[in-house]
């Protein structure tokens, strides 16, 4: 599979079988994306939770796309409202889709939508695709059961916020690559704007100080998984 990041937390998985697998899609608005809402296929949209950075393009992309969303309860309610389709999924259940496998995971921060409707707890994704396994922590603090979450699944690679003041900052995000112990750690969620600016090279450095594995990927870039 390919994993392609737009910026921020945004990234898109194209499997071997050619489906496309939107993460927070967040291009329009983003002032570090490179690609707009109209130039990316769909077939599944999932939503770690409902802030506007996070949503971004994904109602605009759906409706083009007919792609279903793939979120926890309350935030896949809220994307039916809208007259999509959604699957319903919640915080430490698995789903086998067609792609692969989808589970959700805590995460510490929160999920009310840009109109202030009520979208249920936060979450992380673990997925599990052409034989590879990837965690999306979301938008989060460090928190402990990074570990179990590792334990749990062997990770090849762990897309986590280094951008501090709403998520992780880097010396959090060091600790978490430790608990979680993923094969390659990519970071995410900095730069897009001046309160979250983080140097992903300094991650880098203080990962690989610990003996793990960092790539750092471009605005844009894609990667063959
Ligand atoms: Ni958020
Ligand atoms: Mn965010």
Redesign the pocket.
């Known amino acids: 599979m390919k994993l392609r990041y737009f910026s921020h ?1 945004s990234f898109q998985i194209t499997t071997d079988a050619g489906q496309s697998i939107l993460i927070d899609p967040f291009l329009d608005d983003n002032p570090t994306a490179t690609f707009s809402s109209s130039d990316v296929a769909a077939d599944f949209i999932i939503l770690t939770h409902a ?1 506007g ?2 949503v971004g393009d994904a109602f605009k992309i759906a409706a083009r796309t007919n792609a279903l969303f793939i979120c926890v309860n309350e935030l896949a309610n809220y994307c039916i409202g809208k007259g999509f389709l959604a699957h319903n999924m919640h915080i430490g259940g698995g789903h086998d889709f067609d792609f692969g496998r989808v589970k959700f995971t805590i995460a510490h921060h929160g999920s009310m939508t840009p109109d202030n409707t009520y979208a249920g707890e936060p979450a992380g994704v673990v997925l599990t695709i052409d034989g590879k396994s990837l965690y999306h922590t979301g ?1 989060t603090g460090l928190f402990y059961d990074m570990k179990l979450i590792g334990e749990m699944t062997r990770l090849d690679y762990m897309l986590l916020p280094i951008g501090d003041n ?2 992780m900052g880097i010396g959090d995000a060091v600790k978490a690559v430790e608990l979680a112990d993923p094969g390659i750690a990519i970071p995410m ?1 900095y730069n897009t704007f001046p309160v979250i600016q983080a140097d992903p090279e300094e991650f880098k450095k203080q990962v690989e100080a610990i003996g793990k594995k960092v790539v750092v990927m471009g605005f844009g870039e894609e990667i063959v998984l």
Do not use: Q
């Open positions: 937390s802030h950075d996070h938008d709403f998520t969620h």
